[in-house]
């Protein structure tokens, strides 16, 4: 009865602990995620990251801007001036600087009103 009742704190034990800890960092290159991810042939999930729709602009880059844009927390505007300069090369060239060149204009005029002169 003894060696039951140890069993059963020490699994009430490592329950308890599991909660204790500290959740682990994000990490947009895991290989886990829900059962609805792809899989390769082999059943290891394929991460989001590992895959792109609509060519391979971003997938051939050592760090992927969505990874910067989510690292550091950028707001709408500043992320797209990133995912636009980082891909103008590759994908819409003068279209992509003209986008660029849009998002600066609303960061300006959203964050730098002009303020009338007093007269």
Known sequence: MTQLTSAK???AEAAASKFDRAPP???LR???GPPNMDYDPVG?????????VGGDH?????????E?????DLEFCVANIVKYACRHRFKNGKQDLLKIKH?????IENEYPEKPDPD
């Open 25 to 27: 960092a994000v990490n």
């Open 44 to 52: 290891t999930v394929v991460s989001a990251l590992d895959t792109q």
């Open 9 to 11: 704190s020490q699994a």
């Open 68 to 72: 910067f844009i989510q690292g550091n």
């Open 30 to 32: 895991a290989k886990a």
């Open 58 to 66: 971003y997938s051939r880059m050592k760090i992927q801007p969505i």
């Open 103 to 107: 998002y600066v204009d609303l960061i």
